[in-house]
């Protein structure tokens, strides 16, 4: 027999054999997961703070894009920014969105 395979016998026959030995303590779900889910010691807070930081940072850059496809819109329709009503030449054209820039 192996010596590695030799020793790993010797050492569980000085184990002893009980399953329910551990059962009297309870195990904490929130300990047990932060244990294993959070890393870095970051804490459940500061996680919690940079996922609404990038939320907020996500609906900004949402609302940029859309302001600007609004404005293309109208600009390309002929149409006044401030209210929507069409200006004096009421030229037509086609919608260019602001994501595809032309080269």
Not at 20 to 25: A, D, G, L, M
Not at 31 to 60: P, W, Y
């Amino acid at each position: 027999m192996p010596k590695q395979s030799q020793t790993n016998k010797v050492a569980r026959q000085k184990q002893p054999y009980n399953h329910s030995s551990e059962v009297s303590q309870s195990v904490d779900c929130v300990e047990l997961f932060k244990e294993t889910h959070v890393r870095g010691g970051t804490e459940f807070e500061d996680a919690k703070v940079m996922i609404d930081q990038q939320r907020v940072e996500l609906e900004e850059a949402k609302r940029m894009i859309e302001e600007k496809d609004i404005r293309a819109v109208n600009f390309i329709n002929g149409r006044n920014e401030e209210d929507g009503r069409r200006n004096a030449s009421g030229t037509e054209g086609t919608m260019i969105p602001c994501c595809l820039e032309l080269l």
